[in-house]
């Protein structure tokens, strides 16, 4: 057994500068961060927020052990001031953000923390690595849904990233859309559909097909999927309509052409009498392979490496940075970096999405100071994206565990629905709103 | 704190597959399965294994908690005769596979796992999840280490992957030859130098950047590097070597024209006096942006978004292969699958690598049943690739912790120099060295 916190999964630098400013007393002051992303990946649409109930565990867990305190003194990370001051450690801000499921798009405050800047500092890599990957994989997921119209995409990918990622990856993809997942840790975690079929290792163990479906068939019944794609597709279909009857529940394809080869195995099991039984493919399928197969006899699809690494874009460039802070007499003051090409809004934001014909047209980002904000009155169509997740350290715990997932799944796709129907172009192109920023 | 096992780190077809073949009988019989990749990712030239030493480290947790126990048996995923069997269940194989460090190439086996079909087959997710990962990123750093020439690479890429990815990151980045990481975890765990300088927000949260400058110099010496481009650089460096004076540690530039940056800070820095400071940047750097930072006067790099994510290839896309297994008579055959397009070679394998003055020449992989690889008398100059990890249940501690990765990072060094120098070509190109494969 391996314990753990999350307190370490951080950048060092988070602690020198904690350390840093407790001694000159800046630790203190109020501040508010938000994370955002400068850019889509290339000719994305739109991005899918995920991670953030996550985040809300990691929260919960985020106390450092004595173990921990024990490195940072022994490396002399920080001061035996800032040991003490960590002790008790827990977060005691705020955090807003964007729903889990909801469609993000760039300059838009996905995330927005609030509290003193020594805590609100020590979160910053934690916080980007979670929404950074698992925002990946929902976006590439929402996107294979799409392309896959009403047909289950299932995920199959765990081995093709870290095993932790993996977990964090199936829950991902069931934001997007997914139904189910092969990760058992996921499923267990999150009390998510598992699914699964069997391996070519497993036909090749018996000493011939037959035996192994027969085997498979005995211990999960005839409701299971059999692998036809280890020696010969059609030998194989036959061999399991032999041993299963036509109630055989599914076969699965992992290889070759796998449009002609679902037409053919569709045709032969028909000719068997096996009408009802399904054909799940699988084998390094990505959106484009999705759209490809819309016309071809398949029911459901495994997919693997392209979803967990986010269909080329594993990572999605979202930053946190320091907006807003109290100077030295106490007065809130928007601050932003001028940094070349990467210069910064300043000042806390709202956020929101206007409709037209009950289409989202606009992402309009407010940043203003506390009280310019407060006195805000958006026009009523206007649809306000930020949600409370911290209050002062209280976590609302509605947007954690199994139902917060599935309405996370709902959201995205009815936030998807109300995008112009170019969002859901393959093709590259430019965000399918525009985010309006309004400096009050 | 949370706790937990690496047992459910697993797709749920090797529980249901376990079942199966504990019902009749095949969980019984000896099997080798290998683990290789197909090809490398399009154009690089070599790939580094990296990951094994915490593949020995996942071993030693892989024992099902009683929770895990119950979520098996609610699911229905096995029967209870399986859970009974799975109580005491810590896997009794053997395991031999390439050094971590170790250059790889399509169709060597990286890893060969030789144990019953039940015990093999619950560590196929797991042991690939963290090859498929972990030399990913060792791949990528190493291209990177080597573009970079003798100036140290920083591992401060944790933000942009999961947050136990970013660990394994920073370990697998450390064999590939980096000097150090951000990541506090991986330093804790591994020993590893732990770096880091500071964020814009340090500065942004002090009214000015003489206070903040004062801070960071107050809490961690004049030795630290102060970030210089939240403003104005040229103003920044000003400050920073007022602050500090020429005992100024270094500087870090984030954005900008990193070259012509690096060449102007250079020349502010002597010419005020300050000839020992170092140029660290950072910003989005992966192998090509390295290798065209040749001539500037850079003094070292921070490195993210591309070495958590492979530089273009976050996975290695390593599969997990039966290659012999016991007969209803208990004599070990040689199997494959014959899918269309991804067909295997039967039998365990031996690796060698050859060497023609001095350099790498080929591959050889060597195929047959037991005792003919028993009786394969190599060429003396062969260099045998695999070692012993795990010998009935028993592993070799001297493969896992701090020393191991030293090892392993020297062992990459030499491995890469020993490879032709078109290895070391960014251009896309063939594998550096072909693989032969001999069926004895």
């Known amino acids: 057994m391996v314990t ?6 951080t950048d060092m630098y988070e602690y020198t500068m904690l350390d840093a400013t407790l001694q000159d007393g800046t630790a203190q002051r109020n501040c508010v961060f938000e994370i955002y992303t400068r850019h889509l990946p290339q000719g994305r ?41 960590l002790e008790n450690f827990s977060f005691k801000g705020s955090i807003r953000g964007y729903r889990e499921g909801e469609m993000f798009f760039p300059n838009s405050p996905i995330l927005q923390v609030e509290g003193s800047f020594g805590e609100c500092t020590l979160l910053e890599t934690l ?44 829950r991902a993809a069931v934001i997007g859309g997914f139904k189910g997942t092969a990760n058992l840790l996921a499923a267990q975690l999150y009390d998510l559909p598992a699914i699964g079929t069997a391996a070519h290792s497993f ?14 068939i005995k211990a999960l019944g005839k409701g299971t999927t059999l692998l036809v794609d280890t020696y010969n597709v059609e030998e194989a279909v036959r061999t399991a309509v032999e041993v299963a009857g036509p109630e055989l529940g599914g076969v699965r394809i992992d290889s070759g052409d796998l449009a002609a080869m679902a037409q053919r195995v569709r045709n032969q099991l028909d000719a068997l009498g096996a009408t009802n039984t399904t054909i799940t493919v699988t084998n390094d399928l990505d959106e484009y392979a999705l759209a490809a197969l819309q016309t071809a006899p398949v029911d459901s699809y495994g997919v693997g490496t392209m979803l967990v690494t986010g269909s080329g874009a594993p990572t999605c460039a979202m930053v946190y940075k320091l907006t807003e802070r109290e100077n030295g007499d106490g007065v809130l003051q928007p601050v932003a970096k001028k940094s070349k090409d990467k210069a910064s809004v300043p000042g806390r934001k709202l956020a929101y999405r206007s409709f037209e014909y009950n289409l989202a047209d606009t992402e309009h980002v407010v940043s203003g100071s506390e009280e310019k904000l407060a006195a805000f009155d958006a026009p009523e169509d206007w649809k306000n994206l930020l949600v409370d997740y911290v209050d002062h350290g ?7 565990g199994h139902d917060a997932i599935m309405n996370a799944q709902k959201h995205c796709a009815t936030s998807l629905a109300q995008l112009p129907i170019t969002a859901q172009s393959l093709m590259r192109g430019d965000p399918a709103i525009p985010t309006e920023i309004t400096v009050l």
Chains 1, 2 share one sequence.
């Not at 392309?147 to 289950?152: F, L, M, V």
């Not at 036909?203 to 498979?216: K, M, R």
């Not at 209280?394 to 954690?400: F, G």
Request: hydrophobic share 40%; net charge negative.
């Open 394 to 400: 209280t976590i609302d715990s509605s947007y954690q």
């Open 127 to 170: 916080l980007l690595s979670i929404l950074n990957y698992d925002s990946a994989v929902a976006s590439a997921a929402a996107r294979m849904v799409s392309a896959a119209k009403n047909r289950p995409c299932m995920d199959m990918g765990g081995r093709r990233t870290n095993e932790w990622a993996a977990v964090a990856a199936s």
């Open 203 to 216: 036909t090749l163990v018996h000493d011939n097909e037959t035996d192994a479906f027969h085997s498979q």
């Open 4 to 9: 753990y916190t999350p307190a370490l999964m």
């Open 45 to 85: 649409r739109y991005g899918v927020v995920a991670g953030t109930g996550r985040i809300l565990e990691a929260l919960e867990q985020f106390h450092l052990s004595d173990e921990e305190l024990r490195f940072l003194s022994d490396r002399h990370i920080v001061s035996k001031e800032t040991i003490a001051w």
